[in-house]
């Protein structure tokens, strides 16, 4: 079965450069969300996209940006990097906010 | 706010050694919970949806019941393979709030 493919899986970059991950959710998924991770804490909510819309944003900083392409991929942009961006960044997608999301993978972002 | 609390925040058991973990929440109209499983440096893996106090879902050594106020997902002669962290998570608008997860280690 297809599940969410995220892409790169690792990612080094330096302080102040520019990051983006992208996110192809499971075909026929309409909703998309993205969660931070660093080491041993629960997932944080970041944004959200329901049909090419943003439905809900959580902490996310201003340097960061994100959008919901026509074929449904989405893409999380990261400017001047700093060292606490360092996570692990997962895209999960569902078929409605009701029924389960499902995970990629994860992009470990390591900012040196 | 909507919160959801899990304990306790590390479990060890033997192999065979049953348990429970716990998951209580505070939300204003519950529109469904999700268990996930996590291993080290991985998504998270869905294991159960339950919607309604009373619900209850199996598969293999697990099963997650739900009430009110908390969720349970049980342990029932865990085996090793079992350890991982669990979460469980809340649905709101536009989101899932997650809790800070339980990890279990299963000693063979």
């Known amino acids: 079965a297809a599940g969410v493919i995220q892409s790169p899986r690792h990612l080094i970059k330096e302080k102040r450069e520019t990051a983006t991950l992208k996110c192809y959710p499971i075909p026929r998924h309409d909703t998309v969300y993205w969660y931070q991770q660093g080491p041993g804490q629960d997932p944080q909510f970041l944004i959200s996209f329901y049909e090419k819309m943003q439905s809900d944003k959580g902490s996310i900083p201003d340097r960061f940006s994100a959008q919901q392409f026509s074929d449904y991929h989405s893409e999380l942009n990261m400017s001047s990097l700093e060292l606490g961006d360092s996570a692990l960044y997962f895209c999960a997608s569902s078929l409605n906010e009701e029924t389960p999301a499902f995970f990629g993978q994860g992009t470990r972002l390591t900012v040196v | 706010e909507d919160q959801v609390t899990q304990s306790p925040e590390a479990l060890r058991l033997q192999e065979g050694e049953s348990s429970s973990l716990n998951c209580s929440y505070t939300?204003?109209?519950?529109?469904?919970l999700f268990w996930y499983r996590q291993d080290p440096g991985k998504g998270p893996e869905f294991l159960f949806t339950l919607y309604s106090a009373g619900e209850e879902k199996e598969k293999e050594r697990l099963k997650a019941t739900l009430t009110k106020k908390e969720s349970f997902l049980h342990i029932t002669a865990p085996k090793p393979e079992d350890s991982a962290t669990y979460l469980c998570a809340v649905v709101d608008t536009g989101k899932l709030i997650f809790g800070q997860g339980t990890t279990l280690q299963v000693k063979p």
């Open positions: 939300v204003s109209g519950l529109r469904g």
